[in-house]
């Protein structure tokens, strides 16, 4: 089979450069994308892959023609991985809309911009794959984490919307919802705090930053063997070889967790309260 072409967001750390080591390893092509290229992918030079400076925040029609330089360099693009993401941690009221729109300009409209410029290429090959690493955090809410988390339960929208529009030129699109693994993503470089405002929250946070302190370096997930069942799902080969493409991956123990608890507790809500819930139909007599 000819080597795929893969384009991979925010592969400075974490899951995106462990994709580029793994893609390249496979025998494939990779182009490896990141903001300030020239200064944050120095350490994927030399490795075969291309590299392509993409801040994804960017605007649709300054995104659009960085996917056109990109479809250039190999001539064509086989899979995206939507990878780049940050956490913007915050209580609701300390969280000014301002905050709340720099991080859904990465985390939900860099995603979608880079899809929409990339789907016209597949519509024509009628063929593709994309893979969105989203988060248990699309599945769960947390203290602090309204901006990553509904970031992340917009993916899922997103995804399932774009699943059902897309099946029909043979494009495959598929959710990865991890739990937390040991990457850069819980570093305190990384999670964005600004400094609370209100009293009444000091506490608050200063026990959310000892808590993605504590968290940072002991996370039970191993994003290589995240990467690793993630492009064996991408590819139908490996761990995924002989399944059908699946809609939806969580990952890791506690993802899977996540996502079996709040299936339950939603059944059993359903249940517990059926009649009530159906009892809003008009009914015969009006
Ligand atoms: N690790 C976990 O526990 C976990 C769990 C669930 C989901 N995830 C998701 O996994 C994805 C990858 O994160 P990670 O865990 O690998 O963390 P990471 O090591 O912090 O990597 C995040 C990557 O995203 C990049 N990025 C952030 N904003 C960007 C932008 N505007 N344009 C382009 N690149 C941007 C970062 O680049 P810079 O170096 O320039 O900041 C970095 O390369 C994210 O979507 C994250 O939400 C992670």
Known sequence: MAPLVWLVTGCSSGFGEQFVYQILARGDKVIAT???????????EGTGAA???????????ETALKVEQALQIYGGIDVLVNNAGYIESSPIEELVPERLLRSYNTNIFGHYNV?????PHMR?????????????AG???DPSATAYVSSKFALEGIVECLQKEIAMFGIQVTIFEPGYFRTQALSQQNIQHEPGKIPAYEEFNKAVIQYEKAVYGNEPGDPVKAVSRMIDVLTGT???AGKPFPPRMPLGTDGLKVMRDKCQDTLKMLDE?????????FTKEG
């Open 238 to 240: 490996g761990t995924a």
């Open 273 to 281: 309260w059926e009649d009530f819930i159906v009892s809003t139909d």
């Open 139 to 141: 599945w769960m809410g």
């Open 124 to 136: 024509e090959k009628r063929s593709g794959v994309i893979g969105f690493v989203g988060s248990q």
């Open 51 to 61: 590299i392509l400076d993409l801040d994804i925040s960017l605007s649709a029609d």
């Open 115 to 119: 899809t929409r410029a990339l789907l």
């Open 34 to 44: 990141g903001r300030n290229a020239a200064t944050k992918l120095t350490h994927l």
